[in-house]
């Protein structure tokens, strides 16, 4: 692969930028730290929605379900679980530095492979459904299990479990959490990079533009799409036992499994920045996140209703996003064009859209 | 001469209409087997029965000495026997090239090719292909941008990547500018002498499919009504009468 000068600039700009942040504002490193997720919440929503043409709605489920073994692991490596999670952290426990690092890791890894797991399992259900059915058999997964976290009294029930507490200076916390959370971010897009340029990344695409033809054509469409599935459940669940650990606290509703919030915001984001392209989700997330803080710091009261117009006019006005809207707007810089040098047919016709748009099933 | 297809007293009925009653057939290896009849006849529904888009009523369907009736659509298409739509079915916000390219022969196929790229040779053929149905230099635009006539070339084209044994092809014509149409009868014999491909052809066309086929079934009122060569089913009276009889 050639590397262009312009991708040289785009990404040694973004890299810089990462680095910069939060050492030039320190103040908002948790926002910055945020604004990650935001992006990895996006990129994993749009493997399904955007690449595959499966909207759902409950992929938070693997944010919390990792959150919570994450904590579960972290805790239960030296302490007894039950015990911890019924003092509501009352009893101040204390980790010792290796401790809450080899917590961390082992619970990291605990989430990514619970959360695969659970993908496997529920894409065995939920992959029988399809267009909105989908969308409302997803939901009912998140929701459910945001209810039934917040009745078992083992993690903590309603009342939430208190994180061990990071061995160092906040300042210091904070970093830590940013390095890690944009580590990620970026190990999913460039992933995600290279499972869109081969093979799986046509096989979705085809599931989404015609899923009866790709069976028709014998493509494993269950495979590919419980695959896809457990790459976003992977990078989801890593990233809700990183959350997690960096609010401190977690909780079933509002933390682990806020369908109505970060649920809702992943797929808008997506539709700002351009579904089912590699950057809408970058771009969407980036955009919508400022466009989160600014509205929650100036317009405070109304700050629902500014998010409700933007998806009302995204979703009327503006249904290919950002990136979408560029690739149609310059076709050819993306390689969609005619191509005279070999005349294999008799009447060469040299324009881009001929006639039926209709013809398009 | 083997016999690719085999087609066993296979019924099929929707509610109270019956789309096959009864149908018996048998499709030649390397060779063009013609269907055609009335509007209506059972021929569609046919070709969704031998592929498995829907369980028969009876009957048995064997492919390659294979029972193939209980079978599902996509391993059938796995063991080489595919077909295309009536009403043309394509990846429509892909470019021709990615059309092609996802269209490879699927047998093989393992967790771990799941994530690899194509090779050159596999570009190549799909580029090759494109160029035989002449759509070589439309290759990179966006397949549902194409007019009707050229989906159904990208969709037949899409058929030949995959490598079959066995091809259905429902109306490959229909939609077709008449002056392309010699073009691509041209094309489907290649398929054939060339690439060894086995047709079977389901066609509205009467001169087409008289032109094209080497045996004829034709089907009327979900029946097989008669089976011969071109120049005896258009001679034959119940066919000439089924026709007239449904216009
Ligand atoms: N999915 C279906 N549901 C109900 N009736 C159907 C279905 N498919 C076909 N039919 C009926 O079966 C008969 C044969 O249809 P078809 O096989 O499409 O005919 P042909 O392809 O020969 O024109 C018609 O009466 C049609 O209405
Ligand atoms: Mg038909």
Known sequence: MNITKGQVLLYGGILTAAIAAPLVFPNYTFQFTVLWVMILLALTWDVLGGQMGYNSLGNIFFFGAGMYVCTIVQIGLYYDVAAYTSAYGAVKVEFTAEQYFTGLTLGLIAAALASV?????????????????????????????????????????????????????????????????????????????????????????????????????????????????????????????????MIGFIEPLEVA???????????????????????????????????????????????WVALGTLIIVLVVFFQQGIVGWVQEKWPERFGISVDDRVVAVSKPEVRANPESHEAAQ | MTELIEVHGVSKAFGGVIANNDI????????????????????????????????????????????ISDMRVQQIARLGLLRTFQQTRIYSKMNCVENMLISV??????????????????????????????????????SGDLSFGQQKLLEFAMALMNAPRDLLLDEPTAGINPTLINGLIDRLRRATAEMGITLFVIEHNMPVIMGLADNIYCLANGRVLAHGLPDEIQNDERVINAYLGAH
Request: hydrophobic letters at 40%.
């Open chain 2, 105 to 142: 022969p699927h047998r093989h196929e393992t967790y771990s090719t799941l994530f690899r790229k194509y090779g050159p040779d596999v570009t190549e053929k799909a580029e090759h292909l494109l160029e035989f149905v002449g759509l070589y230099q439309k290759r990179h635009l966006i």
């Open chain 2, 24 to 67: 018996s057939l048998v499709v030649p290896e390397g060779r063009i087997t013609g269907l055609i009849g009335p509007n209506g006849s059972g021929k569609t529904t046919l070709f969704n029965s031998i592929v498995g888009y829907h369980p028969i009523d009876g009957g048995s369907i064997t492919f390659e000495g294979q029972e």
């Open chain 1, 257 to 303: 499994f806020p369908t109505v919030t970060f649920g809702i915001f992943m797929v808008v984001m997506c539709l700002l920045g351009g579904k089912g392209t590699l950057w809408g989700p970058v771009v969407g997330a980036t955009l919508f996140h400022a466009f989160k803080e600014i509205t929650w710091t100036y317009m405070l009261g109304w700050q």
């Open chain 1, 117 to 245: 797991v659970f993908a496997v399992v529920f894409g065995w259900v939920v992959f029988g459904l399809r267009g909105p059915y989908f969308a409302i058999g997803t939901l009912g997964v998140a929701l459910s299990a945001g209810e039934l976290a917040g009745a078992w009294e083992y993690i903590g029930g309603g009342g939430g479990i208190a994180l061990p507490t990071y061995p160092g200076e906040p300042d210091e916390r904070s970093l830590f959490f940013y390095i890690l959370c944009s580590l990620l971010a970026v190990a999913t897009f460039f992933t995600l990079k290279k499972v869109y340029s081969g093979r799986f990344g046509l096989a979705i695409n085809a599931i989404r533009d015609d899923e009866e033809k790709a069976e028709g054509m014998g493509i494993h469409t269950k495979r590919y799409k419980t695959i896809g599935w457990s790459i976003s459940a992977f990078f989801l669940g890593i990233s809700g036992g990183l959350f997690g650990n």
